[in-house]
């Protein structure tokens, strides 16, 4: 199957992953696209869904710069910003102490390209969740042949990339039957909130995050 780039990407972005045996591409031929989960993820707040996202370098062309070409903008304090969401949304839940460090040692190395950053949060929370798979990288660009959908067999497989944004709803959980609420630490104030960054599950659920992620909702 084929995804786009994300920074600490949705739980839907993961359990697709964990739907493939054989592993994952990783569009590596793509421009920069603004206002998606490249740069940005959500996270359960006290507020509510709240928003964390890495500042783009803007330098030329930004939207015709390859996606593994584009610069963080270290100069915004946003990695500060960021530590210090992550740690009021879930300093109380019932992983956080465990996992945290690693987290934040990852967000404190200042990788200087996006893709790279995403990819080592990519990697540890593959090797967090006991995924097994590793991701590959596309050669060549090929076009979506549907928008806002899951698009059919292509030279990578199953296309996700236009499926998952996170200004509308895809129906990739329900698809695997991975609707099921799990616990998180506003819920009782906002309801479960569905599809935020896979730190809320890994967070709220730990160790069980891979049966979560690989079992249908007959776990209930």
């Known amino acids: 199957m084929l995804l786009s780039t994300a920074?600490?990407?949705?739980?839907?972005?993961?359990?697709?992953?964990?739907?493939?045996?054989d592993g994952f591409y990783l569009e590596a031929c793509e421009n920069f696209c603004k206002q998606s989960y490249r740069n940005r993820c959500h996270i359960a707040a006290a507020g509510g869904s709240e928003a964390i996202s890495?500042?783009?370098?803007?330098?030329?062309?930004?939207?015709h710069t390859l996606i593994t070409e584009v610069m963080i903008d270290y100069?915004?304090?946003?990695?500060?910003?960021?530590?210090?969401?992550?740690?009021s949304a879930y300093s109380t839940s019932p992983f956080f102490e465990y996992?945290?460090?690693?987290i934040f040692s990852i967000l404190n190395s200042g990788i200087p390209r996006l893709w790279n950053l995403n990819l080592a949060l990519i990697r540890h929370f593959i090797?967090?969740?006991n995924l097994g798979i590793e991701p590959l990288f596309t050669e060549e660009f090929t076009k979506p042949s549907a928008q806002k959908e899951i698009s059919p067999?292509?030279?990578?497989?199953?296309?996700y990339r236009a499926a998952i944004h996170p200004?509308?709803?895809n129906t990739i959980l329900a698809g695997l039957n991975l609707e099921k609420p799990y616990f998180q630490v506003f819920a009782q104030k906002y309801g479960f909130i569905k599809d935020l960054s896979v730190m809320d599950l890994l967070f709220n659920e730990g160790p069980e995050?891979?049966?979560w992620l690989r079992t249908s909702i007959r776990r209930s």
């Open 7 to 21: 920074f600490f990407p949705p739980v839907s972005w993961f359990a697709a992953a964990a739907s493939s045996q």
């Open 54 to 63: 890495v500042p783009i370098v803007h330098e030329g062309d930004l939207f």
């Open 75 to 87: 100069q915004d304090p946003w990695v500060k910003k960021a530590r210090r969401a992550i740690e």
């Open 99 to 102: 996992y945290k460090d690693d």
């Open 127 to 129: 090797k967090k969740t």
């Open 153 to 159: 067999p292509g030279p990578y497989g199953l296309d």
């Open 167 to 169: 200004k509308r709803p």
């Open 209 to 211: 995050s891979l049966l």
